[in-house]
């Protein structure tokens, strides 16, 4: 390691002064002017990363749903998959060492990970279209290359392009090309193949009217339209040349306020759907003939996903088993579609990504969507290759087409992390050949009415819960008072659970009307207020 290189260097991209930064699920996240260090630290960690793994790591620069002013950056593991967390640790603490510690950090990650500094590194780096992910790129590379490393820089890509370029990289191009063509045309085949095998439905279903939040989705989507077929007309919103990203628009802006984003006019019963900004979100929406909006979050879309492969599966005959994975946010009416209708196993596991994602690994199908709209299906190894000899060899022709069918689905998903674009055509193939509209996927359930609340406290660390976050362990007399609250109203449930980013405990209830949700919630955030040590004027009932 050059020392002196690397003291010139991070000289030119100075931490400020008691400035403290947590890796979390979404990496680092913060206002976009200080985040310069962290940019080149980065750097200097994906490099190290990729001598450790002895495999191309991934940088992406964007702080996703997040305000425009604010950016973040977030390491790609090798196959695709986010960062190992004990190197989430190492991250945060080489993002907050001070200028003289740096170089006595660096030593130590090298010496506890076991990295080989006589190894090449090669790092691939992707960014969002905020106006500082230019600069802030610049400095990952400064990073990188102070460690001698070799970088390939993507230039503006969505989030899970850059986690499908690093996967195919790493396989040597067994998952694909590593280039952004090979990503359009591994998906944009796979979704023309299953489009074919439907009977054909009338012109109105094909029409998609698409709001990019005005961020990077809206750039890859038009690059991508040359590819699909004639049948899918896509029509793109919110495309960032007149508004700010993520401004009154996007998949969180939806979800959140439960309304049709700006810039995006809707009629009756047409199929609407929102990305969020770096395009790893995606979620549904329509109005009915009477003007009310109903929303189709990530727990519908799981469903939809779920009932056709369930049927696919089915066909094949194979012993494949099939599983949903979901967080306590998923909503109860879903949860009990899947388990009492589908009859289709359903596992809880706590908040963020990587629990979904870890635990569809223990499935041969493991389909996993937070409410959010985040997700996407895991196939294990041994079913994909079951798959593919079925489809290439099955002598009984109905076994064949169902394998087939499944074996372009394997190439439509993006298996590496929730992808908008891959999630987009995966939806609109199912609903093509089920010639279901929009009103129909919607009626598979109703939701049950729920709340989200926020309380703030003193230290969100005095709560800790147990059974993927759906039980409060402390403070005492918490969980009690949450399970005589919840007697008292119908289909209801509740569940509070400290923020991972800010001193807040999030409340989530459920009941059988809107009012009682309410009712419940409110509830809920007096008993956090008065036991958990609430800062600020007592929660008001809604």
Known sequence: ?????????????????????????????SKAEQLDHVMFRMGLLAALRSRATGSTIGVMVTASHNPEEDNGVKLVDPLGEMLHPSWEEYATQLANAEEQELQKTLTEICQKAAVNQQK???????????????KLSQAVIDGVSVLGGQYHDYGLVTTPQLHYVVCCQNTRGQYGKPTLEGYYQKLSKAFMELIKKSPGSGEGQRHLKIDCANGIGALKLSEMQPYLPKEVLVHIYNDGTKEKLNHLCGADFVKVHQKPPKGLDMKPNERCCSFDGDADRIVYYYTDTAGHFHLIDGDKIATLISIFLKELLAKVGQTLKMAVIQTAYANGSSTRYLEETLQVPVHCVKTGVKHLHHKAQEFDVGVYFEANGHGTVLFSKAAENTIRQLAKEEKDDAKREAAQVLENLIDLINQTVGDAISDMLVIEAILFLKGLTVHQWDAFYTDFPNRLLKVQVADRQVIDTTDAERRAVTPPGLQEKIDALVKKYKFSRAFVRPSGTEDVVRIYAEADTQENADALAHEVSLAVYHLAGGRGAPPQPL
């Open 120 to 134: 090449d590194a090669s790092v691939f780096l992707g960014r969002d279209t905020r106006p500082s992910s230019k």
């Open 1 to 29: 390691m050059d020392f002196e290189a690397l003291k010139k260097y991070s000289a030119l991209h100075p931490k400020p002064a008691g400035l403290t930064l947590q890796y979390g699920t979404a990496g680092f996240r």
